[in-house]
């Protein structure tokens, strides 16, 4: 069944029922907003205008870690139905350092990427990448992981650093303990992060056609989700991120987080699950009621010989590929599978060129907008059960038989 049209824009009219009004009225193009066009059961489709350009959701964002996604050029990212990308603030603050950015007109014309970006609040890397970290009230401290240079990170730098990079989308800085963790550090790290979402409300100012996302945390605990969604929902952030998921806890305690999560949050704002993931946890969590998503794995698995498929996942590293003249899935229109046979990719990845690394990392974000594409037709059009039988249906029949 569809749901009603809802519309938010930054300006804070909140919600908006449609009223046969065009949509340029309600949403001009030098705003922020989020329009929910439909549901199904719990998952929804809609649609993220920046001055950028409109993100379609569910929207999967590939990764450009340090200005790029790697072994892509923009345009191609582009062409696999790429809506918007994700930089990392921690890796861009370090090098080559986002004043630098700044000054060369900002992160969209350095990596030549004109369409949105979404910056992460660095705090997540800090916490699992750096060196030397020492976490008080104020931020953190801590050495790079490159040079061993000293570095101060707080929710106002982290707001600054990422206006300077000139994000359409900003997170929150937050802390994310490490799972497992017991119920009183996991409390403690909420509600820091809850302070911490303040002040980045506060240091974010007022920013037309620019976005604010706070970050719900709380671990596996229903009682602290509750907490830190109603301490988001009272300062007020243009969307929600589910965050302190995908850290090891399994998928099965990420869709119980995910069962009630989704309903604490607005319903009129875009609702991020950081760090997921693999395809099957993507379906789960948009049937769930989760708009966006951001995972490495479709990039890094390219590079390391893996292929994710409708059957799942292919290893092209194994030796049965050597012969094989046959496409990696017949069906795909990606250039890897239109034009190379599964032993080339086979030969190319073990002769260690680099165009294994174009090949596979193209082929798997065009699989992964493909399932996004999916998605959002069959919510829009009320069989999103259908689909996700058939998704499951053809992973369990598996690859191809070796010829
Ligand atoms: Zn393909």
Same mark, same amino acid.
């Given at each position: 069944?569809?749901?009603?049209?809802?519309?938010?824009?930054?300006?804070?009219?909140?919600?908006?029922?449609?009223?046969?009004?065009?949509?340029?009225? $309600?949403?001009?193009? @030098?705003?922020?907003?989020?329009?929910?066009?439909?549901?199904?059961?719990?998952?929804?489709?809609? /649609?993220?205008?920046?001055?950028?350009?409109?993100?379609?959701?569910?929207?999967?964002?590939?990764?450009?870690?340090?200005?790029?996604?790697?072994?892509?050029?923009?345009?191609?990212?582009?062409?696999?139905? +790429? @809506?918007?990308?994700?930089?990392?603030?921690?890796?861009?603050?370090?090098?080559?350092?986002?004043?630098?950015?700044?000054?060369?007109?900002?992160?969209?014309?350095?990596?030549?990427?004109?369409?949105?970006?979404?910056?992460?609040?660095?705090?997540?890397?800090?916490?699992?990448?750096?060196?030397?970290?020492?976490?008080?009230?104020?931020?953190?401290?801590?050495?790079?992981?490159?040079?061993?240079?000293?570095?101060?990170?707080? %929710?106002?730098?982290?707001?600054?650093?990422?206006?300077?990079?000139?994000?359409?989308?900003?997170?929150?800085?937050?802390?994310?303990?490490?799972?497992?963790?017991?119920?009183?550090?996991?409390?403690?790290? $909420?509600?820091?992060?809850?302070?911490?979402?303040?002040?980045?409300?506060?240091?974010?100012?007022?920013?037309? =056609?620019?976005?604010?996302? =706070?970050?719900?945390?709380?671990?596996?605990?229903?009682?602290?989700?509750?907490?830190? +969604?109603?301490?988001?929902?009272?300062?007020?952030? @243009? =969307?929600?991120?589910?965050?302190?998921?995908?850290?090891?806890?399994?998928?099965?305690?990420?869709?119980?987080?995910?069962?009630?999560?989704?309903?604490?949050? %607005?319903?009129?704002?875009?609702?991020?699950?950081?760090?997921?993931?693999?395809?099957? @946890?993507?379906?789960?969590?948009?049937?769930?009621?989760?708009?966006? $998503?951001?995972?490495?794995?479709?990039?890094?698995?390219?590079?390391?010989?893996?292929?994710?498929?409708?059957?799942?996942?292919?290893?092209?590293?194994?030796?049965?590929?050597?012969?094989?003249?046959?496409?990696?899935?017949?069906?795909?229109?990606?250039?890897?599978?239109?034009?190379?046979?599964?032993?080339?990719?086979?030969?190319?990845?073990?002769? =260690?060129?680099?165009?294994?690394?174009?090949?596979?990392?193209?082929?798997?974000?065009?699989?992964?907008?493909? /399932? $996004?594409?999916?998605?959002? +037709?069959?919510?829009?059009?009320?069989?999103?059960?259908?689909?996700?039988?058939?998704?499951?249906?053809?992973?369990?029949?598996?690859?191809?038989?070796?010829?």
């Amino acid at each position: 069944m569809l749901g009603p049209i809802v519309t938010a824009t930054d300006a804070g009219e909140g919600l908006a029922l449609a009223s046969g009004a065009p949509f340029g009225q $309600m949403t001009p193009m @030098d705003r922020f907003s989020f329009t929910l066009h439909g549901t199904d059961g719990s998952a929804r489709t809609g /649609l993220i205008s920046t001055p950028n350009g409109e993100v379609r959701t569910p929207a999967f964002m590939p990764v450009g870690t340090a200005g790029t996604v790697k072994a892509m050029l923009p345009e191609n990212v582009r062409e696999t139905g +790429a @809506d918007i990308v994700l930089g990392n603030t921690y890796h861009l603050m370090l090098r080559p350092g986002a004043e630098r950015i700044a000054r060369l007109g900002g992160l969209h014309r350095f990596m030549n990427w004109n369409r949105p970006i979404l910056t992460d609040s660095g705090g997540f890397q800090v916490m699992s990448l750096a060196d030397l970290r020492k976490l008080t009230e104020e931020g953190v401290t801590f050495r790079s992981h490159i040079d061993g240079s000293r570095h101060h990170l707080t %929710p106002e730098r982290s707001m600054e650093i990422q206006r300077l990079l000139g994000a359409d989308i900003v997170m929150a800085f937050d802390e994310c303990p490490a799972l497992p963790a017991d119920e009183a550090r996991v409390a403690q790290s $909420m509600r820091l992060s809850m302070r911490w979402a303040e002040r980045s409300r506060a240091a974010f100012g007022d920013r037309p =056609g620019h976005a604010l996302f =706070g970050i719900q945390q709380g671990g596996v605990t229903r009682e602290l989700r509750e907490e830190s +969604a109603a301490a988001l929902t009272r300062i007020g952030f @243009d =969307g929600y991120a589910v965050g302190g998921l995908a850290v090891g806890e399994g998928q099965e305690a990420m869709f119980g987080v995910l069962d009630h999560a989704c309903d604490m949050l %607005p319903v009129d704002r875009p609702r991020y699950l950081m760090g997921v993931g693999k395809p099957d @946890d993507i379906v789960g969590a948009v049937k769930r009621g989760i708009d966006m $998503m951001d995972c490495v794995l479709p990039s890094r698995s390219g590079r390391t010989g893996q292929a994710w498929t409708r059957a799942g996942q292919v290893n092209l590293k194994n030796a049965r590929h050597a012969d094989d003249p046959r496409p990696l899935d017949e069906t795909c229109t990606c250039p890897a599978c239109r034009s190379y046979s599964r032993a080339y990719l086979h030969h190319v990845f073990r002769a =260690g060129e680099m165009i294994s690394g174009m090949l596979l990392t193209w082929h798997n974000l065009h699989y992964f907008q493909e /399932l $996004m594409q999916g998605m959002r +037709a069959a919510i829009a059009e009320g069989r999103f059960a259908d689909w996700e039988r058939g998704f499951h249906a053809r992973r369990t029949e598996g690859d191809i038989p070796p010829l």
